[in-house]
């Protein structure tokens, strides 16, 4: 019922009482709970609009990038699938943040990455990873050092897959 609506951001309510103001990329907010209390998770501007519902695959990409970016979860927590998914969302924001892990955690999570994305994730998944690294490779350039190292792993392990 109309009494019972919150409104946040642009929703608003009609002479009607109809709820309004959503478009289909919502805007999401992620918190984390310490000691019952809500705390938000730092998050850039861009990082509060999702490009699909918050029941599609990517969207569990979209949450582990930001659970990453605020440490509130490790990079050896990360399922394989979330990677995959936070990949394609967005491959080169995904491999600069994976470049600013140590080596030897983010090599182990891409190279589980690409096993996850030969061997277990299913024909869409797969060709949504395939999609990605063909994107990367047309931006590259636009990569850190960090997420050039990164994707010279990922590189190196899909390689090994495919072996």
Do not use: H
């Amino acid at each position: 019922t109309p009494d019972t609506v919150v409104l946040a951001g642009a929703a608003y309510l009609d002479e009607d009482l109809w709820q309004g103001g959503f478009f289909y990329n919502g805007m999401t907010m992620l918190f984390r709970v310490e000691e019952g209390r809500r705390i938000p998770l730092d998050m850039e501007e861009d990082d509060y609009y999702v490009d699909c519902f918050y029941n599609a695959p990517m969207f569990s990409g979209y949450v582990l990038r930001i659970l990453l970016k605020n440490n509130a979860i490790s990079l050896a927590e990360a399922p394989e699938e979330n990677l995959l998914w936070m990949f394609y969302e967005n491959q080169v924001v995904a491999m600069n943040l994976l470049g600013a892990y140590p080596a030897g955690e983010r090599d182990a999570a891409l190279t589980a990455l690409a096993q996850y994305a030969a061997n277990e994730a299913d024909d869409d998944a797969r060709e949504c990873f395939q999609q990605g690294m063909r994107n990367l490779s047309w931006n590259a350039s636009e990569l850190t050092e960090e997420g050039r190292e990164a994707y010279q792993t990922l590189l190196a392990a899909v390689e090994q897959t495919e072996e």
